[in-house]
């Protein structure tokens, strides 16, 4: 099963708004990634963080992987129409060379 | 330049039938992984493929078994299948070591088991 817990599991946003996410882990791992899926679509990769403690942006989005090599946070700011979606925090391990995924945040627009 | 191809897009099958679904990775990329992401949950990971040899396994029955060609294109094949085996089927290829950030997937597999 899945070793990442990802949180919201889902949430509404309306447009200007900033929005954050979080994953923790059982277990430590190397590097974190962030990615988006949109339907029928696979995961794309947003950011990707490398150390712990490490702060990354791209765009309007900031990533942070934790102290502990055990969490990470996903910011967006102003959120827009296009950011509807699934996110995705996934922990990588180089030994195996593999990709472990949370359960995904579901970003809704606000009716 | 061509990302990671999957074929087909969308598949119907009968409990107990077998399928085959295939992959070809981006171009200059080696190693193929496949994940099984059942309806809204996030992927998992069943294999990997290196050198034409699975080098890595997740927690998936022996049900599930692939290929690698010379060419570095991949099969997933699924025997005796479940209801519980519909899921989109995800593709990712990327060097066998290397920055995690070439990890590039394709667009899935639609399988739906009936």
């Known amino acids: 099963g899945q070793q990442l817990n990802q949180s919201p599991q889902s949430m509404f946003i309306q447009e200007g708004e900033d929005v954050s996410m979080n994953c923790t882990s059982s277990?430590?791992?190397?590097?974190w990634l962030w990615y988006k899926q949109d339907p029928g679509e696979g995961p794309v990769l947003l950011i990707a963080?490398?150390?712990?403690?490490e702060l990354t942006s791209n765009g309007r989005l900031t990533a942070q992987f934790g102290i502990t090599r055990k969490d990470s946070f996903l910011n967006i700011s102003a959120s827009i129409p296009s950011d509807v979606g699934i996110y995705f925090c996934a922990g990588y391990k180089a030994a195996g060379n593999k990709l472990t995924f949370g359960g995904g945040t579901r970003v809704l627009v606000k009716p | 330049d061509a990302g990671v191809t999957q074929s087909p897009t969308h598949l119907i099958k009968t409990r107990g039938q077998q399928v085959t679904l295939r992959c070809s990775p981006k171009s200059g990329h080696d190693t193929v992984s496949w994940y099984q992401q059942a309806l809204g949950q996030g992927p998992q990971f069943i294999f990997q493929?290196?050198?034409?040899?699975?080098?890595q396994r997740g927690n998936f029955p022996d049900r599930f078994s692939g290929h690698q060609f010379p060419n570095y294109s991949s099969e997933l094949n699924v025997n005796a299948l479940l209801l519980g085996d519909s899921a989109l089927y995800l593709c990712a290829s990327s060097l066998p070591v290397g920055t995690v950030d070439g990890y590039t997937f394709g667009s899935g597999t639609r399988l739906t088991v009936v």
């Open positions: 277990s430590i791992f190397n590097t």
């Open positions: 493929y290196y050198e034409e040899e699975e080098r």
């Open positions: 963080l490398y150390k712990a403690g």
